[in-house]
């Protein structure tokens, strides 16, 4: 009975096991290009049409241009709803059926003017602010999206303009809606990037990327790298050049980054053995060490904004230092390791010549210009400039004002005096002058009264301090102190 069983069945497994053969049937060995599918969820693949025609009709579809599905083929709202489809389509009265472009776009604004009502209904007549960000497209062009929150932006040049950019607009229609640059974005990136606005810097970090794409790519290449660099360690230490202890003198490996468009593929050895290389080296590495406190503190969760300022203005004076008292040094460090690592060193007091330009249109200058002028100057002034577009005077006066209402530590930045300053000099519009008299008296009842409030005295943030104000209803209280909260919240780094 068994064996009759297997016999019956096997007609049936076989006659499964033939479907997929008559589901993947090849399409006929000549298209007709006239009458190709054009839904894109409907028609076939290229590869699956005849090999000899394939490009003939990626051809016609190229030139057939965007699909653009017609009403009628896309009734999915009336067939899901009886209302909607006795009255569309073939249902519709002949001068109702919505189908022309124009009606449609007026829908569209109708739909958009009701979302701005009821965004303006839900904000009210409450402060707000917003952030701006964009990202770039395939084509590397800057594409900008809103949200309402605040006016704060990552830096790009078309937002942060100060008389042609998106700033200017809203400065000239609020003059109090200050610029804030967004302190969540990496600034150690931003100045990289500002200083490969000079052509030997960006020659400098495409060779870079170069040679550690080489060495990367080879197990054997890393592990000779490696093994030379811990030779070396062994020998600078033999002969007391550099100290031991722990966590120090670590060998490590190069992070491969992406390639870059452009990249030139020299010998890398004489990349690394030239002179230019060895000094856009030394230059970068003080700038990044310079910078590197200040962005490592605004890449904290938990940011100190008082501290960060101040960081901010150590920055500029130790850059601008750099770039007025510290040439000489430079020169000098970058000389001895270039004999050290048998690098020709190039005369300072020769005449510099610029291969790949006219020497007719070129200023005959030395080499010692060319270094310190185009290239030591240029990097330093770079960065400086990219410092005052983020976190220029006004900013930084507002944030540290701002701070004396931050509730951390017991509220012991706190000052009746910088309060009433921050408002006379930058929320003027926003109290009257009898008001500006009440809020000193009122911060002065806060001051003694908020900080020793059991529910209010372990805030952490001014965030959660303007929510216990209403929770606790001191907000009803101070009145005044709660408007000025709520417009310092509106700035995007609280």
């Given at each position: 009975?068994?064996n009759?069983?297997?016999?019956?069945?096997?007609?049936q497994c076989?006659?499964?096991?033939e479907?997929?053969?008559?589901?993947?049937?090849?399409?006929?060995?000549?298209?007709?290009?006239?009458?190709?599918?054009?839904?894109?969820?409907?028609?076939?693949?290229?590869?699956?049409?005849p090999?000899?025609?394939?490009?003939?009709?990626?051809?016609?579809?190229?030139?057939?241009?965007?699909?653009?599905p017609?009403?009628?083929?896309y009734?999915l709202t009336?067939?899901?709803?009886?209302?909607?489809?006795?009255?569309?389509?073939?249902?519709?009265?002949q001068?109702?059926?919505?189908?022309?472009?124009?009606?449609?776009?007026?829908?569209?604004?109708?739909?958009?003017?009701?979302?701005?009502?009821?965004?303006?209904?839900?904000?009210?007549?409450?402060?707000?602010?917003?952030?701006?960000d964009?990202?770039?497209?395939?084509?590397?062009?800057?594409?900008?999206?809103?949200?309402?929150r605040?006016?704060?932006?990552?830096?790009?040049?078309?937002?942060?303009?100060?008389?042609n950019?998106?700033?200017?607009?809203?400065?000239?229609d609020?003059?109090?809606?200050?610029?804030v640059?967004?302190?969540?974005?990496q600034?150690?990136?931003?100045?990289?990037?500002?200083?490969?606005?000079?052509?030997?810097?960006?020659?400098?970090?495409?060779?870079?990327?170069?040679?550690?794409?080489?060495?990367?790519?080879?197990?054997?290449?890393?592990?000779?790298?490696?093994?030379?660099?811990?030779?070396?360690?062994?020998?600078?230490?033999?002969?007391?050049?550099?100290?031991?202890?722990?966590?120090?003198?670590?060998?490590?490996?190069l992070?491969?980054?992406?390639?870059?468009d452009?990249?030139?593929?020299?010998?890398?050895?004489a990349l690394?053995?030239?002179?230019?290389?060895?000094?856009?080296?030394?230059?970068?590495?003080?700038?990044?060490?310079?910078?590197?406190?200040?962005?490592?503190?605004?890449?904290?969760?938990?940011?100190?904004?008082?501290?960060?300022m101040?960081?901010?203005t150590?920055t500029?004076?130790?850059?601008?230092?750099?770039?007025?008292?510290?040439?000489?040094?430079?020169?000098?460090?970058?000389?001895?390791?270039?004999?050290?690592?048998?690098?020709?060193?190039?005369?300072?007091?020769?005449?510099?010549?610029?291969?790949?330009?006219?020497?007719?249109?070129?200023?005959?200058?030395?080499v010692?210009?060319?270094?310190?002028?185009?290239?030591?100057?240029?990097?330093?002034?770079?960065?400086?400039?990219?410092?005052n577009?983020?976190f220029?005077?006004?900013?930084?006066?507002?944030?540290?004002?701002?701070a004396?209402?931050?509730?951390?530590?017991?509220?012991?930045?706190?000052?009746?005096?910088?309060?009433?300053?921050?408002?006379?000099?930058f929320?003027?519009?926003?109290f009257?002058?009898?008001?500006?008299?009440?809020?000193?008296?009122q911060?002065?009842?806060?001051?003694?009264?908020?900080?020793?409030?059991?529910?209010?005295?372990?805030?952490?943030?001014?965030?959660?301090?303007?929510?216990?104000?209403?929770?606790?209803?001191?907000?009803?209280?101070?009145?005044l102190?709660?408007?000025?909260?709520?417009?310092?919240?509106?700035?995007?780094v609280?």
């Amino acid at each position: 009975m068994c064996n009759v069983e297997v016999m019956v069945e096997q007609p049936q497994c076989a006659s499964v096991y033939e479907e997929p053969a008559l589901i993947n049937e090849q399409p006929p060995t000549r298209i007709d290009i006239a009458h190709l599918i054009r839904d894109p969820s409907n028609r076939p693949q290229i590869w699956e049409y005849p090999i000899n025609q394939q490009d003939e009709i990626r051809r016609a579809y190229i030139n057939l241009g965007p699909y653009q599905p017609l009403m009628s083929e896309y009734p999915l709202t009336a067939s899901y709803n009886e209302q909607v489809g006795a009255l569309v389509l073939d249902n519709a009265p002949q001068n109702a059926k919505y189908t022309s472009h124009q009606i449609q776009k007026e829908i569209l604004h109708v739909f958009a003017r009701n979302v701005q009502s009821s965004i303006h209904h839900e904000i009210g007549d409450a402060r707000f602010c917003l952030i701006v960000d964009e990202a770039r497209d395939e084509s590397r062009r800057e594409q900008m999206a809103l949200v309402i929150r605040g006016q704060g932006y990552d830096g790009a040049s078309n937002m942060r303009g100060e008389w042609n950019g998106l700033q200017a607009l809203f400065i000239n229609d609020c003059p109090y809606a200050y610029y804030v640059h967004c302190l969540a974005h990496q600034l150690q990136l931003a100045l990289i990037a500002a200083a490969r606005e000079i052509s030997d810097v960006h020659t400098f970090f495409q060779n870079l990327i170069f040679i550690i794409n080489i060495v990367s790519a080879s197990c054997k290449r890393n592990d000779e790298l490696r093994a030379f660099q811990a030779a070396t360690i062994e020998h600078l230490v033999d002969i007391g050049e550099i100290e031991t202890g722990k966590g120090v003198n670590q060998v490590g490996g190069l992070q491969r980054p992406e390639i870059a468009d452009g990249v030139r593929t020299s010998n890398p050895f004489a990349l690394l053995m030239s002179f230019d290389f060895a000094f856009i080296l030394h230059i970068m590495k003080n700038v990044m060490g310079i910078t590197d406190v200040l962005c490592q503190a605004l890449q904290q969760k938990s940011q100190d904004i008082l501290n960060a300022m101040h960081l901010v203005t150590t920055t500029k004076t130790l850059i601008q230092k750099l770039r007025d008292d510290g040439w000489e040094t430079l020169l000098e460090e970058v000389t001895s390791f270039c004999k050290h690592q048998d690098i020709e060193v190039p005369d300072m007091d020769a005449c510099f010549s610029n291969v790949g330009r006219s020497h007719r249109k070129t200023k005959s200058i030395t080499v010692e210009h060319h270094y310190r002028v185009d290239i030591f100057t240029a990097i330093i002034d770079q960065q400086l400039q990219e410092l005052n577009n983020r976190f220029n005077e006004q900013t930084i006066e507002l944030l540290k004002l701002s701070a004396t209402l931050d509730p951390k530590n017991n509220y012991k930045l706190f000052s009746v005096e910088d309060i009433c300053l921050l408002v006379d000099k930058f929320y003027p519009e926003d109290f009257s002058n009898q008001e500006k008299t009440h809020l000193r008296f009122q911060l002065q009842h806060y001051e003694l009264d908020v900080p020793n409030h059991p529910k209010l005295k372990n805030m952490s943030s001014i965030a959660d301090l303007c929510q216990g104000l209403v929770e606790t209803e001191k907000s009803t209280i101070y009145p005044l102190i709660d408007r000025l909260i709520r417009l310092i919240l509106t700035l995007p780094v609280q």
